[in-house]
């Protein structure tokens, strides 16, 4: 199967990896990152050169790597792109050993899934976290990372959601809602 993509100046059709004829969805991690006093969140401006959503806001995250835990493949992403630490525990995890050299990681994160109208299929695992620290840009990644307060947050969503990537806007409507 063919799915649209988004390459530097324009969309185009490419390939989607199959297993047994049904395309892989793409798995992402992204971050709620709550200052300590968990009244302000870390979001950033894209900052990829030539992609249709440079310059929205977004939340930390991005592809999960084969064979890490939750807590590590945030802890990562927010790391790369903001240089904030995140406060352990980064993520609660359960680890399960379901067979020889068969571990399992168990957290609770929200899920939103991208793709449904033809283009390219992601999954957006989010996890809530704590960080401390003074965010900066990643050039050609990330752009004016900063803590924004919680209200302000709820209210650009509300008065101006076309600021934020689509997934970023998705994602921060069900952390709103969610009863966690």
């Known amino acids: 199967m063919t799915y ?17 004829g049904e395309p892989l969805v793409v798995p992402n991690v992204a971050a709620i990152v709550l200052n300590e006093s968990g009244d302000a969140l870390l979001l950033q401006r894209r900052d990829k050169p030539g ?25 990562r992403e927010v ?43 992601s999954l957006h695992v989010l996890f809530e976290c704590t960080g401390r620290g003074r965010p900066r840009p990643q050039p050609g990644e990330t752009a004016e990372p900063r803590w924004w307060p919680v209200t302000e947050v709820k209210e650009l969503l509300a008065r101006h959601p076309a600021e934020f990537i689509d997934q970023t806007r998705a994602m921060l409507i069900a952390y709103f809602e969610a009863d966690l």
């Open 4 to 20: 649209e993509v988004w390459t530097d100046d324009r969309w185009i059709e490419v390939p989607v990896p199959e297993m047994a």
């Open 51 to 75: 992609e249709p959503v440079r310059g929205l806001l977004e939340l930390p995250g991005g592809r999960w790597g084969a064979g890490e835990a939750p807590d590590e493949a945030i802890a």
């Open 79 to 121: 790391a790369e792109e903001t240089g904030i630490r995140l406060v352990p525990p980064v993520v609660p995890v359960r680890h399960i050993e379901s067979g020889p050299n068969r571990e399992c990681a168990i957290a609770r994160p929200l899920a939103v899934v991208n793709g449904l109208s033809g283009t390219y299929p």
